[in-house]
């Protein structure tokens, strides 16, 4: 199980395929896992050096003592772990809470980021379109099980599923969930790093500093996001240079529903010149 010390903190990471590094920065309550095994990561690994790791607090990567947690934190976490790897510059793709850190990377460590994608995210504060109601009620309902149970087990997990997943998709799909709920077990997120991670989001804001990313950037959006809502991309499309909007209209938040479109997408952003 790799592990590196980044700052206070020994950080879990993998690496798999060669080329120019992609690093990929994974949202709220995941872990280094829960990408795509299938589709995402064998095509992304075919043209790079795909970087995958848990962030602060979650999985394998320590908690730290730092009781509360920023965006601008585990964006450092990132450049930390980047440096640690000897990567100077990367391809750097965030999604949701790892979009938000992705933002964060590139207006402060601008000189780290070749390109940006930025997938069913927000930029947060006044000016972005809030995270619904229903979805902090299912981070609720998730502690109240943990705390019931002391550990994560499928039902758990199973609660996350319908906020990053459409009801057809689940339907339609029931071994994907099998799959998607496994990968989070592999190594959940404790409750700690559940509420730090929560005050991070809460706390971020970007808006306003958005033009001052030089990186081009992809945005990535699934219209049927119950999550963060998909208007937010455009939010964001309008204040970053050199941006580009892509929606996806039968998509949730993990945009699983259509990931060979979404890897289609990504890749010939990333390999055009």
């Given at each position: 199980m790799p592990r590196?010390?980044?700052?206070?903190?020994?950080?879990?990471?993998?690496?798999?395929?060669?080329?120019?590094?992609?690093?990929?920065?994974?949202?709220?309550?995941?872990?280094?896992?829960?990408?795509?095994?299938?589709?995402?990561?064998?095509?992304?690994?075919?043209?790079?050096?795909?970087?995958?790791?848990?962030?602060?607090?979650?999985?394998?990567?320590?908690?730290?003592?730092?009781e509360e947690y920023t965006i601008q934190m585990m964006a450092d976490d990132t450049a930390g772990l980047m440096d640690a790897l000897g990567i100077e510059k990367a391809h750097?793709?965030?999604?949701?809470?790892?979009?938000?850190?992705?933002?964060?990377?590139?207006?402060?460590?601008?000189?780290?980021?070749?390109?940006?994608?930025?997938?069913?995210?927000?930029?947060?504060?006044?000016?972005?379109?809030?995270i619904p109601g229903e979805a902090a009620q299912m981070v609720t309902q998730i502690m109240e099980l943990l705390s019931q149970k002391g550990k994560w087990d499928r039902e758990v997990a199973f609660k996350l599923l319908p906020f990053i997943f459409t009801e057809e998709f689940m339907?339609?799909?029931?071994?994907?969930?099998?799959?998607?709920?496994?990968?989070?077990?592999?190594?959940p997120t404790p409750p700690e790093g559940i509420v730090r991670q929560v005050g991070a989001?809460?706390?971020?804001?970007?808006?306003?500093?958005?033009?001052q990313i030089k990186a081009p950037t992809l945005i990535l959006a699934g219209r049927?996001?119950?999550?963060?809502?998909?208007?937010?991309?455009?939010?964001m499309a309008k204040r970053i240079p050199n941006s580009k909007l892509v929606y996806f209209e039968h998509s949730a938040?993990?945009?699983?529903?259509?990931?060979?479109?979404v890897t289609d997408t990504v890749l010939e952003f990333l390999l055009s010149s």
């Amino acid at each position: 199980m790799p592990r590196i010390r980044v700052g206070d903190i020994h950080m879990y990471y993998d690496i798999i395929g060669e080329g120019f590094p992609l690093v990929l920065i994974m949202g709220f309550m995941g872990n280094a896992d829960c990408w795509d095994p299938v589709y995402f990561i064998p095509r992304l690994s075919e043209h790079f050096k795909v970087i995958t790791f848990d962030n602060r607090g979650a999985g394998r990567t320590d908690l730290s003592d730092k009781e509360e947690y920023t965006i601008q934190m585990m964006a450092d976490d990132t450049a930390g772990l980047m440096d640690a790897l000897g990567i100077e510059k990367a391809h750097v793709l965030g999604i949701s809470m790892g979009g938000m850190i992705a933002q964060e990377l590139a207006i402060n460590h601008p000189k780290k980021v070749e390109k940006l994608v930025l997938a069913s995210t927000f930029c947060g504060g006044p000016k972005a379109v809030p995270i619904p109601g229903e979805a902090a009620q299912m981070v609720t309902q998730i502690m109240e099980l943990l705390s019931q149970k002391g550990k994560w087990d499928r039902e758990v997990a199973f609660k996350l599923l319908p906020f990053i997943f459409t009801e057809e998709f689940m339907r339609e799909n029931p071994g994907v969930m099998e799959v998607a709920s496994d990968l989070i077990l592999v190594a959940p997120t404790p409750p700690e790093g559940i509420v730090r991670q929560v005050g991070a989001i809460l706390s971020f804001d970007a808006c306003d500093r958005l033009p001052q990313i030089k990186a081009p950037t992809l945005i990535l959006a699934g219209r049927k996001d119950k999550y963060i809502p998909p208007e937010n991309a455009e939010i964001m499309a309008k204040r970053i240079p050199n941006s580009k909007l892509v929606y996806f209209e039968h998509s949730a938040h993990q945009l699983q529903e259509e990931i060979e479109k979404v890897t289609d997408t990504v890749l010939e952003f990333l390999l055009s010149s």
